[in-house]
């Protein structure tokens, strides 16, 4: 029903990007996402759009091209929030191109939308969306931003090529959760974005730490598949597991626990 993927980032070892792409590949996900960026030494690795050459580019241009989606991440320094939100914009178009090469399909941006929705507030951000709108379309991505508040302002801007990209795991975390209460349940947070969502990171949280194996924690995940059911869902979901938390082994049950369920789910 839905293409499950799985974050490139470390799995067990520290790997190149190539071996893990390879590693998602033979475990059987149907799509993969990696960060644009180096990683961190000794933690983790993904690809640097400035230091991913002709030769680099192909091969993993091949290695997506096996998958049915592929999800770029920007780097978490480009958020798109106040006063640097020109600049952020500006940043990620070298981002936008590289997903573009490489034959993904979705670019996942962490955005920090403001409270604020004042006539001078919202022309700024509508004319910086509108224009990464277009670079996006130019190549053929969709923009998810990644946020835990503000997903009126999808709506609001009728951008063809921007959503959200929501990682139902910090909808717990974050603030302690109080970006959730207001809705009640994640079921009802996916209801009220409707068809502005474009993508999910998906990964549970047991109180006290996140990024954790599917169905050993809190997040509602039966309520999760009902709803993405309820609205048509027509994108993917991307596993985030922290891999000082989370053997290979435990990234393959949570792609079966969300199969299994899924299957129940359209019996």
Known sequence: MWNICNMAWRIGDIIDIHEQLEWIHQAGFDGVGFHA???????????????????????????????????VHAPFAYELAGESLHAKAKSLIPILDFAGDVGASIVTIHADLPTSRSAETCAVWQEVMQGLNSQAAANQVVIGLEMVRG??????????????????????????????????????????????LV????????????????????VDFHGMLQALKDIH??????????????APDGIKRSAGWLRQHLGKLIE
């Open 37 to 71: 960026s180096a990683g961190i030494a000794g933690h983790w690795r993904g690809v640097d759009p400035n230091a991913a050459d002709k030769e680099t580019r192909k091969r993993l241009r091949e290695q997506i091209a096996r998958f049915a989606m592929c999800e």
């Open 199 to 218: 993508h999910l990171h998906v990964h549970d949280y047991n109180g006290v730490l996140d990024h954790i194996e599917v169905g050993t924690g809190c």
């Open 233 to 246: 869902y027509q994108g993917g979901m991307c596993l985030e597991m922290n891999p000082e938390r989370v």
């Open 151 to 196: 997903f009126d302002w999808i709506s609001a801007w009728h951008l063809s090529h921007i959503g959200v990209t929501l990682d139902v795991g910090h909808m717990y975390v974050i603030d302690q959760g109080e970006h959730l209460k207001p809705f009640g349940m994640l079921g009802d947070v996916i209801r009220h974005i409707d068809r502005g």
